[in-house]
């Protein structure tokens, strides 16, 4: 089976930019979550339908999530990065939801990343 693989993570001083990737065919309903230590994992950001995108509101303004069809690749450019940004970083995939001839995401995702590690240091 097909899992997700993420890259593009690293360590950068606050302020800084990174710019996530996660590339696995086939599917268009994708998300980024993260999970910073000692908490639980948190959803960053997530493609709802063909024309929306939803945020954590920790992250809007900040972070941008897109998608290339041509690539099977998932973006996370993540600008101004924070301290509390620091975790690591999943990327999930479900299959599309159809109701006649437009497709939403339920959020029920099936096939996760092994994560990239993001630090933010001070």
């Known amino acids: 089976q097909v899992q997700p693989v993420e890259s593009g993570g690293g360590s950068v001083q606050a302020g800084g930019s990174l710019n996530l990737s996660c590339v696995v065919p086939?599917?268009?309903?994708m998300g980024w979550f993260r999970q910073a230590p000692g908490k639980e994992r948190e959803v960053v950001a997530r493609?709802?339908?063909?024309?929306?995108?939803t945020y954590a509101d920790s992250v809007k303004g900040r972070f941008t999530i897109s998608l290339d069809n041509a690539k099977n690749t998932l973006y996370l450019q993540m600008n101004n990065l924070k301290p509390e940004d620091t975790g690591i970083y999943y990327c999930?995939?479900?299959?599309?939801?159809?109701?006649?001839?437009?497709?939403?995401?339920?959020?029920?995702?099936?096939?996760w990343g092994q994560g990239t590690q993001v630090t933010v240091s001070s």
């Open positions: 493609i709802i339908s063909e024309s929306s995108s």
């Open positions: 999930a995939a479900e299959p599309r939801s159809w109701s006649g001839d437009r497709w939403s995401c339920r959020g029920n995702y099936k096939k």
């Open positions: 086939g599917y268009t309903c």
